[in-house]
């Protein structure tokens, strides 16, 4: 057993990064690397208590130069994201790389602003573990060509937020430090909204390195119940 997980383990570190790069609002495409704060460098964040945690961009300088794009998303409108391995590749993520993909929201005065620090951020979307296909949100993304889909809640206040993406990657994270964290963050307007006034956490802060969803063995004893790591998903 320890040999296959090498295998699987070598296996990914050739093609296991990846970045979320491109985003479509109700089908629309809004263009490559519009509106997101990427990096040139696909690496993970492992360290939860660090700044990079936020929206990347710290040891994995962002792209510059950085988008000054705010993309316009209707409150109850379907939003796709696309990740790809490096900037401008076609393939996804090495299927190695298996874990939840998370979507949260912070309100901010302006979504281009340089500061991310001391924001507050609430659960809008999360994926895991489906127990009776053996399935994880990674394996359907993979499946689906880099693409995961899902809903601004309708009741959310209009005004500018930070979009924070991520998937966690667990195939190494038996002990701590060793799960991969891909984020970036999207800028964007969420017009049309309601008032609802949702709970929210803090990053650094909303995850702890002995959180059961970030330091696990996913292989052996084989995983019957993933918890996702942060709070649960504000719903309307």
Not at 46 to 65: E, K, L
Request: glycine fraction near 10%; hydrophobic fraction near 35%; aromatic fraction near 10%.
């Amino acid at each position: 057993m320890k040999s296959v997980v090498l295998a699987l383990l070598l296996a990914g570190y050739a093609s296991g990064h990846t970045i979320f790069q491109k985003m479509y609002v109700n089908g629309v495409d809004q263009g490559q690397l519009t509106g997101i704060r990427v990096p040139d460098y696909d690496g993970p964040i492992m360290d939860v208590t660090s700044n990079d945690i936020i929206c990347n961009g710290g040891i994995n300088p962002y792209h510059q130069p950085i988008s000054q794009a705010v993309i316009n998303v209707p409150a109850g409108a379907q939003v796709t994201t696309e990740w790809h391995h490096t900037l401008g590749s076609t393939d996804v993520l090495d299927a190695s790389h298996k874990g939840p993909i998370i979507t949260y929201l912070a309100k901010v005065p302006s979504a281009t602003q340089s500061t991310v620090t001391g924001l507050k951020w609430f659960k809008i979307y999360e994926d895991g573990f489906d127990a009776s296909t053996n399935t994880w949100a990674v394996d359907k993304l993979i499946a689906n060509n880099g693409k995961v889909t899902f809903t601004i809640p309708k009741c959310v206040p209009s005004g500018q937020y930070l979009m924070r993406h991520e998937i966690i990657a667990l195939h190494a994270a038996g002990s701590y430090p060793g799960a991969q964290f891909y984020m970036e963050c999207a800028q964007i307007n969420i017009t049309g909204g309601g008032s609802a006034s949702p709970a929210t956490v803090s990053f650094p802060g909303a995850y702890k390195g002995t959180d059961p969803g970030i330091t696990l063995s996913i292989y052996y004893p084989p995983v019957t119940n993933y918890v996702i790591p942060g709070p649960k998903v504000f719903t309307c």
